[in-house]
Each structure stands twice: as structure tokens, then as C-alpha cells.
């Protein structure tokens, strides 16, 4: 393939997913870009931030690097601040964006009970309670008590942004989910995170006016439109029609998910995020498809590249994250449907 600013060829492949030794080899290009003291950044020496920091730990528990993914988790529980959440982009050393997100905060709990299914290791779970404990009663004083929607964040000051998002929000009621399901499993009542997570899908699923706004800025992003269904609170024929009524907007004939609607930039981690969410609701056929699409942007040592323009085919950025590696394998364990955790995100749906 050529270098970081050439152009790739649309390739022929078989509906397939990834085999053992290229999920091994991926994972394995994973963890050699986690630092020693358990931090996931985008790139080696770079930034990080808490929610891709996640999505990277979990691939490494699907495939086996249990220890690497403990020390992730374990950085996540070291870094935590006295607001129990984590600033928005940082490295070990410099805060880069001090806003403290909701969904970054309550991801952590997504991650462990993604971890625990793959591992089933209760004894990491209460270990990591106390944090999980925190960033969840962060994001619930973050709710919007009329409307039930979770803002978005606080500012480095701990000055409220009186918005929510509504990828931001949907990952949230997903997350509520899981934290829910960790309280339960170690015998803790958390009643109150169960009402804030019901009163947060009936605004999800009502597109509650105070999401307007929010609309305003991000309805040209593909996540406004999956993560509703992703995140668990919209599905069945309701998913679908959402499904069917945007793929137009969004999927390019033979090449995946295009990350901002009137952009041809087509990007490896909204594919597979996408493949997930229409998993959920049956369309599996029409997911497998996206999936193929992602194997022209694997590089021999396992790594993605990010995305490409159309028609071009120009990769932009030039560069490979980590969690877009981590974000694939998570899109391949749905796909296989042979792991304990392949049901994963299908199973967050509570009605």
C-alpha cells in the first residue's frame, strides 16, 4: 500500500469477518502502544482521552490481554479527579482539554462489564467499584431534572454546559445500563441510577426538545444517528425505519460510513461502531457488508488507518488511533457471534 498521503485501491473481499491470527496481530498492535503505566493513548507519547482509553481496554480483554486491560482500567482509577470524572483530552502529564464529559465519565462503566463478561472476574469488579461508583453519581447530577437529558459537560472550572448531546446521551443510557448490571452483580441497590437511565431513554426515544440545539450543531455527524440505537434506547422497528431512513445520507455505494453527512470522508471507526448498532436490530446482512469495507484500510501490523476521502481514496488523516484498531475487533466479536460478549450491545436494550 502506499505511504501516509497516497491513495488505496478498493479491493475485492468475501463477507467475512477477521480470522484468529489477524484478531491476535491487531490486539497485539494494541497493546505495544500502551504505555507502562497503563495509559491507551491515540498514538504513542500522544494524547489520550477517557472514553477511547476504554474502548481500547476492552478490545484487549475480548482478545485475551487481560493484565493489559486491568492496567488500563487501573490508570482510569488513578487519574480519576476530585470532580470523579476525567478531563476531556490529556497525557499523563498535561491537561489538553480540562471539560469533564458525561460520557466520558460513565464509559467506565460500559468497559468493565464489557471486561467482566469477556473475563468474568468479580474480584476486578469491586476492586474498581469505588470509581465506577463516582463517575456514575457525576453523570446523574449532570441530568436535566425536567427533560431527563444528561448535559454534556463541566467546564475545567466547574461551570455546567446547560446542553446536552445526543451521541453524548445515548452513550450515556448505555453506560447507565452496565452500571446498573455491576451494582447488581455486587449486591449494590442503585434504584436512583435506574430512574435517571429511564427518564434519559424517554427523552432519547421522544427526541425531547431540549436535544434541538443539539441537533443544531451535530445532526451532520453519522453518530447522532446511530448511537440512539447503539446505545440502546432506540430499537426494534423503530431502529430500522431510523436505519432506513438515513443511509442515503451516510453510506456510500461499496464503502462504509461516512463520518459527517456532507463530507465524503469515510471513516473506519463510525463503520464499525455502525456495523454494532444495526446489529442490534437484525440488519446484520447490511452490517457484515460495512465490515468488508474496513479490510482495505488494515495495514500488515494490524493497524487501521482512520479514513479515506471519496472518490479519491486519500487516507485522512494520515494516521491510525489506537481505538479505531480496538473498535474494529469489538465490530468482529459482534459479527462472530461465538463469544460472550459478541451480544453485547444487543443486549442493552431494557424495554
Not at 469495507?293 to 493497524?303: A, C, I, Q
Request: glycine share 8%.
Amino acid at each position: 500500500m502506499a505511504e501516509l498521503s497516497g491513495s488505496i485501491r478498493l479491493m475485492e473481499w468475501t463477507l467475512r469477518t477477521l480470522s484468529a491470527e489477524e484478531r491476535s496481530i491487531t490486539a497485539d498492535w494494541v497493546a505495544g502502544r500502551q504505555h507502562s503505566d497503563g495509559s491507551l493513548p491515540w498514538f504513542p507519547g500522544r494524547k489520550l482521552d477517557p472514553w477511547d482509553h476504554t474502548q481500547s481496554a476492552m478490545s484487549l480483554a475480548l482478545e485475551g490481554r487481560v493484565e493489559a486491560s486491568r492496567e488500563a482500567f487501573r490508570f482510569l482509577a488513578r487519574t480519576q479527579d476530585e470532580l470523579d470524572a476525567w478531563p476531556a483530552m490529556f497525557t499523563p502529564a498535561v491537561v489538553l482539554d480540562s471539560a469533564r464529559d458525561t460520557n466520558h465519565a460513565a464509559y467506565i462503566a460500559t468497559g468493565l462489564w464489557y471486561h467482566h463478561l469477556c473475563r468474568s472476574d468479580t474480584d476486578f469488579l469491586a476492586e474498581m467499584w469505588p470509581s465506577v461508583e463516582r463517575a456514575i453519581e457525576y453523570v446523574i447530577s449532570m441530568q436535566d431534572g425536567d427533560s431527563g437529558a444528561v448535559l454534556w459537560a463541566t467546564s475545567g472550572e466547574g461551570e455546567r454546559h446547560d446542553w446536552p448531546l445526543l451521541t453524548g446521551s445515548s452513550s450515556v443510557h448505555g453506560s447507565l445500563i452496565c452500571a446498573e448490571r455491576i451494582a447488581a452483580h455486587l449486591g449494590h441497590d442503585r434504584t436512583r441510577w435506574a430512574e435517571a437511565r429511564r427518564k434519559l431513554g424517554e427523552a432519547l426515544r421522544s427526541f425531547h426538545p431540549i436535544f434541538a440545539e443539539s441537533a443544531k450543531r451535530t445532526e451532520r455527524f453519522s453518530m447522532d444517528w446511530y448511537y440512539p440505537v447503539l446505545g440502546g434506547a432506540v430499537r426494534g422497528d423503530a431502529a430500522r425505519f431510523r436505519f432506513q431512513e438515513g443511509r442515503e445520507m451516510f453510506i456510500g455505494e461499496g464503502m462504509g460510513c461516512r463520518c459527517v453527512q456532507e463530507r465524503p470522508w469515510y471513516t473506519v471507526a463510525e463503520t464499525c461502531e455502525l456495523v454494532m448498532a444495526l446489529d442490534t436490530c437484525g440488519l446484520t446482512s447490511q452490517a457484515r457488508g460495512l465490515f468488508e469495507w474496513t479490510h482495505s484500510l488494515r495495514e500488515e501490523d494490524g493497524g487501521y488507518w482512520t479514513g479515506v476521502t471519496y472518490p479519491d481514496l486519500l487516507r485522512w488523516p494520515p494516521e491510525r488511533p489506537t481505538w479505531t484498531a480496538a473498535t474494529v475487533l469489538l465490530a468482529s466479536d459482534v459479527l462472530d457471534a461465538n463469544s460472550p460478549t459478541s451480544s453485547f450491545f444487543r443486549d442493552l436494550d431494557v424495554s
